[in-house]
């Protein structure tokens, strides 16, 4: 069982771990599936779950008409605050590792800070190609959240989270950021997302822009309606 202080990938030691807790996650639904099938049939419940799908696809297209408010200003200053966190952890990151060109983007010199110079112990291992003969130390986000607390694994994870904000949501041009592709507004000044009342396998609402993954500093770009 996954830690709980760990989510999503974070929670499991490698990608065939992923792959078998998804694939419980599908059978224990499709053995729902089947019951609950059987019951709708037997209870001749057919045309009241195809009425619950229509109210709900009325609903969600009522919400992708309504659409929601974006304050682009506000969204100026979260890619702004963005932009300042994330070179603030870089600096922090060069200072401890002692390199002024240091770029934790780049796999190697990511793997020597870590492992050779601040001396970590490798958590996963790399594929090891083709041949699978050159397995390295990994440096994928789920192996660098299982190494012991340290100011350089803090520095370089605030450092990720906050490139990958800025890579989702803004173009980044002379050090400025501005709202971009992920944050892409109608002409009545609001975002308009395709809604699907089951887009998941559990039956859940989806969207595309998906608003429910929004990060909070995103979420704080959408003010409330007036009461």
């Known amino acids: ?12 030691e490698s990608f065939d771990d992923l792959c078998l807790y998804n694939a419980r996650d599908c059978m224990v639904t499709d053995d729902v599936r089947d019951v ?25 297209l009522e919400m992708q008409w309504n659409g929601m408010a974006v304050d682009m200003d506000k969204a100026h200053e979260v890619g702004a605050h963005a932009l300042k966190l994330r070179d603030e952890a870089l600096i922090e990151m060069r200072e401890i590792v002692k390199r002024d060109n240091f770029n934790p983007s780049n796999p190697e010199q990511l793997r020597h800070a870590f492992f050779t110079q601040l001396g970590f112990q490798a958590t996963m291992l790399t594929a090891g190609g083709k041949d699978g003969t050159n397995k390295q130390a990994s440096t994928a986000k789920e192996a660098i959240v299982r190494l012991p607390d340290s100011p350089f694994k803090r520095s370089y994870l605030n450092y990720s989270e906050h490139v990958s904000t800025l890579k989702a949501y803004f173009d980044i041009s002379r050090g400025v950021a501005t709202p971009g592709r992920g944050i892409r507004l109608w002409d009545d000044k609001r975002m308009h997302a395709a809604w699907k ?3 998941s396998r559990s039956g859940r609402f989806t969207s595309s822009p998906n608003f429910q993954n929004w990060p909070k500093w995103m979420r704080a770009t959408s003010p409330p309606p007036p009461p």
């Open 1 to 12: 069982k996954p830690p709980k202080q760990l989510k999503g990938r974070n929670a499991h």
């Open 197 to 199: 009342p089951f887009g």
């Open 36 to 60: 609950m099938s059987s019951e709708i049939y037997r209870k001749g419940n057919k045309r009241e779950v195809y009425a619950l799908d229509m109210k709900l696809q009325q609903q969600a």
